[in-house]
């Protein structure tokens, strides 16, 4: 029961009618007898500034996530950031550290967890294709990178943009191992048929009429295919990917993996993960 003493949790984003990350969150509270609540915060981008500065006078303040659109612009209003978070430049956890408001980025790392426990993947030694270059993509990259993924085929309508992140990317890490393509480059299809894994970081699949990024019927039935959205459960990439004989994952297993770390952050206790994923809904289909 809710009382004087429940420490609440939210989940600042605009427009937050899709989530689940309150029912994952409440459900793992629930799982271990925590005295906390957790609650969407519906908060536009002009009024991203005050909503911060309320949490800090707070006294029941639990922890929070942040989503699209704040995770890059909330970190101009902390008291500090996680090496992760410096890294890929954009915050998806707060927590108080003493007083002051800290930021973390659990992407990253719950991506990876999402693909071992899951996907039972290991990215090491591993070639990679991602479609699309903002910014879940960057914490992706971050993540692959650091375990040990041979080469990753950055793949964006705007070849530019796709360029440029993978420059970045590969002078921070001393490495080549980033590749920018269109998806109209002639290789395209040679590229796609050595990789193990395919993730699409973009919007297209959020809308039943969006126009496929590629003709999904060149996947190869040895790949794992991992879309990050989770809303529908099956996109179209998934479906044809399942038509195919491909492995397939949603976006919930990245969900219920970064919530996980961010949920051990805020409390300090293991978190209830086969809960979590119960939970959110489907993960993997056969």
């Known amino acids: 029961m809710i009382g004087g003493r429940t420490k609440v949790c939210m989940i600042l984003g605009h427009p937050l009618k899709h989530t689940r990350s309150p029912l994952m969150h409440n459900a793992a509270f629930a799982a271990l007898g925590l005295d906390y609540v957790y609650v969407p915060l519906e908060v536009k981008p002009e009024g991203l500034s005050a909503v911060i500065q309320a949490l800090r006078e707070m006294e029941n303040f639990g922890g929070a996530n942040v989503t ?134 973009t919007s297209v699949g959020l809308s039943g009429d969006d126009s496929p990024l590629f003709d999904y019927r060149l996947l190869p039935s040895t790949l794992l295919v991992y879309d990050l959205i989770y809303d529908p459960e099956l996109t179209p990439l998934l479906r044809a990917a399942r038509q195919q004989g491909c492995g397939i994952l949603n976006g919930l297993a990245m969900l219920v993996h970064q919530g996980a770390l961010s949920f051990e952050i805020w409390t300090q206790r293991r978190p209830p993960v086969e809960r979590m994923r119960e939970a959110v809904g489907p993960i993997k289909f056969t």
């Open 68 to 201: 699209v659109p704040h995770k890059v612009h909330v970190m101009e209003y902390l008291d500090g950031k996680s090496q992760d978070a410096e890294a890929i430049g954009a915050v998806n956890t707060l927590y108080k550290r003493g007083g002051e408001l800290w930021g973390e980025n659990t992407d990253g790392r719950g991506f990876i967890a999402s693909l071992q426990e899951e996907g039972e993947f290991l990215p090491q030694g591993k070639r990679v294709m991602l479609l699309g270059a903002g910014g879940a993509a960057r914490a992706v990259i971050q993540a692959l990178t650091w375990e040990g993924a041979e080469k990753i085929y950055l793949v964006n309508r705007t070849l530019r943009k796709a360029e440029e992140l993978a420059s970045s990317s590969n002078r921070e890490t001393g490495r080549s191992s980033l590749v920018p393509m269109g998806f109209d480059d002639p290789l395209f299809p040679d590229r796609l048929q050595e990789c193990h894994l395919l993730i699409n970081s």
